[in-house]
């Protein structure tokens, strides 16, 4: 097993715990958080990481604070959480070459929300706050851009292959797939409020998936497939309470599951 | 025996005179076997006047009369008080003097060290240096982001109305005036303006003697029965602090707040005072409202200053009061529980910033300051210079504070604890430290960026030219994200983008420090005064911020 791997070890210890508190700090028992993290980490993309040699779950966790982060500020828009929004557009930068794409994926929606209106001074520096940590470290990584070069400070995992001879389509559906395995937990939340932040990060997330894969760049698949399960993970902590909330989320995680490989295995034929 | 008046810390045998003419509403016998001539005809108050003097005939006093009666009869020992109470009393915690022998010797010692390994090491002594002052600039912008955190999360004392208009207590004000006559109606009016039972208000308006101008505003100003005018009797230090000290030990009420000559309160801010202190432990002393400003908008520098206040008051301090750290205040809509504040010997007349000094002091005493939910708006200085004049004597003031309660740093350990010795450091030294060292640390940054590796600036490039430019730029952009960071608490976005103009406002800042310690050296107790009723915006009371 390659757990012990550092581009697999310390971001699983991260989505393990930090996926477990989000769970019951959403309302569900100890018993259900737990069967849902087995359910999430049993996807293709999580398993087949700490497996297998040559991947990476940094964007998975990435993508796990970006939705927690940005979650909790739309529901409560305090100074705390835009902080850890922001440190949160700042990190996922450091976490995957995606990062800053995904990043900017998701500058269009970040001001709105928390389903508040801004009018144009107060959405301007609204935008300040937010911008501020991820543009320092966009621009602190560029200046680091010589020592990066020389193979430090690189993000962890890679692209697959620039310009590699893989059809256009192929690239594209692979950028598409981790959305394909969370949609069936994305569809329970869309529309409702409390989902309108996990649906701006999957928009952000497959717009970010979608340029690169357009630009000739196609992200490594089993690291990008591991992404799917933090946003099934948000998703299904933001179902409305009642009486078959749990029921649902175990019935929606599985149905991920099995989605996640399906999906494995035709990307790899 | 003046002291004792002032500093009531019980250890006198009998009540001096004045205090039981203040405690009573009353003058003392004109003669014995005279009228007992009071303000205060409740029965309680009367039998305890029949204790002291007897069953003798009462007549009734006004507020006004009486005050002016009690100044006119001890207006030495009210000076004498005013003046030397602190010093004769604690001397250690005076700013009368402005480095201890002890402070002196150790400077001294630092700077022969410095010089010796300079001269044997210069290169290892520039690294250390360099890393010593760098390591203080970044700790002190890490400090003031936990602050924020911490403070991010404070929900405030509980100011919820408790009880009705019979159960609220008799309420001091108090507002030094020097210079003020442009302000004086807007003043009177603000007071007014306050939500409190007029039979439980007394309103002390301090001018100083040969003020005529601020006299004379007085005197025509629409004043009802709950003010009076007080004259602080011409002489040195002529300050703010001696000012209140004066006025402080003819006030009677169980809670006293000072606010400044510009200042226009929320009219609930009393009564959210009084709940405040009825639902807080005996231990917490003082409450501090939130300050800011109603010409925010006016010019770059007042926006800069609106953000500086937002910060400060609305996430540092409530961090500080999280986190258990002893807060200096800030000069106004300071509300104590008054017996603290007399055992405390009141104000120190020789400090320029005797608000964050009594912080200090409180804290070394075991009593606590926690953060108001409510705000108080002033004027913020439109004119460079005034704004100029008025930061120099801040900064000036929290040298006077650190120097004064750093001549014994391990009876500070003992009396505030090892959290009231670092905050000391990192908030009232990291201060005016940070001001000063922000420009060396530019300076050496572009030196070496302009001058490369020139044999004459060498020594600067290896020490200074990396750890200078980490702590500059990590430093600066911790310091701005946390200035556009301050008003969003009161959701005055359109304030959040200059934040990014900080690092410039900073500067600024650097060089009133530096006016502020050369001041230090030869006028220590110099009162900057700080001009108000300059600003052009219209003084709508309640008009909301940027």
Known sequence: MMLAAPDVLLPTMLLSGGGYAGLRHSGYESGSAALLMLLLGGQAGILVAIALPGHSLWL????????????????????????????????????????????????????????????????????????????????????????????????????????????????L???????????????????????RAIAFVSAAFLFAGLVAAWRGAIREPVTLLAAAAPLTG???????????????????????????????????? | MASNLFCNDGSLPEEPELAFCRQTQSLPLEAPGGAIRTNDLSAENLARLAVRHGRLPVAAISKGDLIAALEQRFRSELTEAATHGLERRHPELSARRVVAWGQGLGAVAILAAGLLGAWLAPFAAGVTLALLLCLGFVANALFRAVLVWAGAGSAGTDTSPDGADAALPRYSILVPLYREARVVEALVAALRALDYPSDRLEIALVAEADDDETLTALATASLDERFFVLAV????????????????????????????????????????????????????????????????RETWLTRMFALDYALWFDFLLPGLETLRVPMPLGGTSNHFRTDALRAICGWDPYNVTEDADLGIRLARLGLRVATLDSTTYEEAPVAFGTWLRQRSRWMKGYMQTWLVHMRNPARLVTHAGIGGLLGLQLFVGGTFLTALLNPLLWAAFLASTIFGDAPATNFLNVPFAHASALSLFAGNALFTYLAMLGPYRRRWLALTPHGLAAPFYWLLISLAAYRGLWQLVVRPWHWDKTEHGLTREPLIFGEPAP
């Open chain 2, 233 to 296: 009797p011409p002489g040195l230090p002529r300050t703010k602090p001696k000012a209140a000290n004066y006025a402080l030990q003819l006030l009677s009420g169980e809670f006293i707040v000072i606010y400044d000559a510009e200042d226009r309160p929320e009219p609930d801010q009393l009564l959210k005072a009084v709940a405040a202190f009825r639902a807080a432990p005996e231990s917490v002393a003082c409450l501090q409202a939130r300050l800011n400003f109603y010409n925010a």
């Open chain 1, 234 to 269: 948000a998703a299904v902590a933001a179902l409305p309470e009642g009486p078959w909330r749990s029921g649902q989320a175990i019935v929606t995680c599985a149905s991920c599951l099995g989605l996640s490989w399906a999906v494995l295995i035709l990307v790899w034929r």
């Open chain 1, 60 to 171: 998975a966790a990435g993508v796990a604070g970006l939705a927690a982060s940005c979650a909790a500020f739309a529901a409560r828009e305090d100074v705390r959480r835009l902080i850890l929004f922001g440190a949160a557009l700042a990190a996922i930068q450091l976490c995957d070459p995606m990062g800053a794409l995904l990043a900017a994926g998701m500058l269009p929606a970040a001001v709105s929300i928390g389903g508040r209106h801004y009018d144009g001074r107060e959405a301007v520096g609204l935008y300040a706050l937010l911008l501020f940590l991820p543009v320092l470290t966009a621009a602190t990584l560029l200046y680091l851009g010589p020592v990066r070069a020389a193979g430090l400070l690189q993000p962890p995992g890679s692209w697959l292959a620039v310009g590699t001879p893989i059809s256009l389509p192929a690239r």
């Open chain 1, 173 to 195: 559906a692979v950028a598409a797939a981790p959305i394909v395995i969370a949609a069936p937990a994305l569809a329970l939340v869309w529309g409702k409020k409390p989902g």
